[in-house]
């Protein structure tokens, strides 16, 4: 991503480096493309993309003044919005925020106080939206099941082999409950059929 993330040293501490973090050296360097230099619109054009996470938070030097709260909140915001899941630890959730600028609103400790509390709230929300995702996954193999031109003689391994790209079919990944759904709905038109002959028979 051609960033780079750091934390003032203590032997930083009051100096004033506002003119180095605004124009860096890297960003002064000609970027060479895929087929040669690019030109000065297309690099803008990347700098603007790397740049616009947090584009309207406050320069370096004047996080300290932010308040807490705000400062908690906006890190919050950065969680949810890069996927952060509370089924995970902190280590292994890193590298989702950590390219950020508003990983920097915060010290170490306050990012894992506030990653623990995210994770406390986050836990039900998350619970129930993979609930959600599930029941979703169920019903569109069941649909996919009715449109498929299967019949009571059809097997799940040919199902399998015809409909394997369908994305009905990989949503719903484990193959222990597509075949268990797939026999529940070959069952029903087993008995479907036996239904329709018994009432053809009557009919005679």
Not at 1 to 20: F, Y
Not at 57 to 79: A, G, V
Not at 158 to 187: A, M, P
């Amino acid at each position: 991503m051609h960033l780079s993330v750091w934390e003032r040293p203590g032997d930083l501490t009051g100096r004033d480096i506002s003119g180095i973090i605004q124009d860096p050296p890297h960003k002064r360097k000609k970027m060479p493309g895929v087929h040669g230099n690019e030109d000065e619109d297309q690099l803008n054009s990347k700098r603007n993309r790397l740049e616009k996470p947090g584009s309207l938070l406050p320069e370096p030097e004047e996080i300290q003044n932010l308040p807490l709260d705000l400062r908690k909140t906006h890190f919050t915001e950065m969680m949810l919005e890069r996927g952060v899941s509370a089924f995970s630890s902190w280590d292994k959730e890193l590298h989702k925020m950590v390219f950020d600028p508003r990983y920097l609103l915060l010290t170490s400790d306050q990012r894992k106080k506030v990653f623990a509390q995210f994770v406390k709230s986050r836990m039900k929300d998350e619970f129930r939206e993979k609930k959600n995702k599930e029941l979703k996954a169920r019903e569109e193999f069941r649909q996919l099941l009715e449109e498929a031109k299967i019949t009571s003689r059809s097997t799940f391994k040919e199902f399998c082999t015809r409909y394997r790209g369908d994305q009905r079919f990989s949503s719903l990944n484990r193959k222990k409950e597509q075949e268990v759904l797939f026999v529940h709905y070959i069952t029903s038109l087993k008995k479907s059929d036996k239904e329709n002959r018994s009432r053809l028979r009557k009919m005679r």
